[in-house]
């Protein structure tokens, strides 16, 4: 069984996938949001122990961190910039407005 990430590997984890996109040099909506978010799951990491072990709310912040954002975000960066910023691939929408839409969705919840 894995260990459950510390504070320091949830800030990491926060901390290369903004890395990531800035070196991946993604379209500023997409910076934009993915800042939001990171900066709601920085406020939020102090706040983990409040909340509980085991808590959705502590799973959903530990997973946005180590495993949504990532892939997200390494999703994107994996294809050619001018296919998945053009090319139309689930109901009409491309990779880019497909990651817009999950990072807006991540930024509600």
């Known amino acids: ?3 459950v990430p510390t504070r320091d590997d949830l800030l990491g984890a926060v901390d ?3 890395g990531l996109a800035r070196d991946g ?3 500023a909506p997409v910076m934009q949001r993915l800042v ?3 900066g709601i799951v920085r ?3 102090p706040r983990m122990d409040r909340l509980g072990s085991g808590s959705v709310a502590a ?5 946005t961190a180590t ?4 892939e997200a975000i390494g999703g994107y960066l994996r294809l050619p910039r001018h296919w998945a910023d053009t090319r139309p691939v689930d109901r009409g929408k491309t990779p880019l407005m497909i990651l ?3 990072l807006d969705l991540l930024g509600r919840t």
């Open 16 to 18: 290369r996938v903004e």
């Open 43 to 45: 406020q939020t990491i």
């Open 100 to 102: 817009v839409d999950q």
């Open 36 to 38: 939001r978010v990171t």
């Open 25 to 27: 040099k993604v379209p």
């Open 67 to 70: 495993d949504y954002l990532p």
């Open 59 to 63: 799973y959903n912040v530990m997973a």
């Open 1 to 3: 069984m894995s260990r």
